[in-house]
């Protein structure tokens, strides 16, 4: 997958030149770039067909099995004490997590671009209540405007924009170093929207001039 970046407090000068950083650095970047096209619409129309209507499950899972081949922690607790640790649902917990380094992966409604943001600073972050884990640096994984189009996913979700601009008036909340990375548009299909039943769907729409894509 191709990706833009947004750095934020140095991130990714941290990542680039702190020794401590840059094999799990290398590791994410190998990863991004090692999802194509073709593996994206295998997973989608061998898992996901008749279940959704966008990629967002898809690339969850294609990313969940390869950040778990590479050893990272996958639904890390932030916090040691049971009625958070134990919480269902990812909450409390961060997506993945190595060494220095929590990963957010959002794709999830707008609503929530503010607490995916504060969940790597409460990794990183000295807290009253007892760590499960200690970080120092976080990443986020989110779709672009484009992606969010071509990948049909749903209207409200928050893009990679939209966590940029939350950024500046979270300045202060937001104490540690953070990447925001947006997925972009992929080159050779969008999904279309088909319905069955009452249901909603996505159909795979190749893609006859890929410079023309969304």
């Known amino acids: 997958?191709?990706?833009?970046?947004?750095?934020?407090?140095?991130?990714?000068?941290?990542?680039?030149?702190?020794?401590?950083?840059?094999?799990?650095?290398?590791?994410?970047?190998?990863?991004?770039?090692?999802?194509?096209?073709?593996?994206?619409?295998?997973?989608?129309?061998?898992?996901?067909?008749?279940?959704?209507?966008?990629?967002?499950?898809?690339?969850?899972?294609?990313?969940?099995?390869?950040?778990?081949?590479?050893?990272?922690?996958?639904?890390?607790?932030?916090?040691?004490?049971?009625?958070?640790?134990?919480?269902?649902?990812?909450?409390?917990?961060?997506?993945?997590?190595?060494?220095?380094?929590?990963?957010?992966?959002?794709?999830?409604?707008?609503?929530?671009?503010?607490?995916?943001?504060?969940?790597?600073?409460l990794a990183s972050e000295l807290n009253h209540v007892q760590k499960a884990i200690q970080t120092k640096l976080g990443i986020i994984i989110c779709a672009t405007q484009e992606m969010k189009v071509a990948g049909n996913f749903d209207g409200a979700i928050g893009t990679y924009e939209k966590f940029i601009d939350h950024l500046r008036p979270l300045r202060n909340q937001l104490s540690v170093p953070l990447l925001i990375i947006g997925l972009d548009a992929p080159k050779t299909f969008m999904l279309g929207e088909i319905k069955q039943g009452n249901k909603k769907l996505g159909s795979v729409v190749k893609l006859d001039n890929p410079e023309l894509s969304v």
């Not at 996958?74 to 909450?91: L, M, N, T, W």
């Not at 060494?99 to 959002?106: F, H, K, L, N, W």
């Open 1 to 121: 997958m191709d990706y833009r970046i947004h750095s934020h407090r140095n991130a990714l000068t941290i990542l680039e030149n702190e020794p401590e950083f840059q094999e799990a650095w290398a590791e994410v970047q190998h990863i991004l770039r090692k999802i194509t096209d073709d593996m994206i619409i295998d997973c989608y129309n061998t898992h996901y067909q008749q279940k959704n209507k966008s990629l967002s499950t898809t690339i969850n899972r294609l990313l969940k099995e390869e950040f778990t081949s590479f050893s990272w922690s996958g639904e890390s607790p932030i916090f040691q004490e049971a009625k958070y640790k134990d919480v269902k649902g990812d909450y409390w917990r961060l997506d993945f997590a190595k060494d220095d380094i929590s990963i957010e992966v959002a794709f999830n409604h707008s609503t929530v671009i503010a607490w995916n943001l504060l969940k790597p600073v």
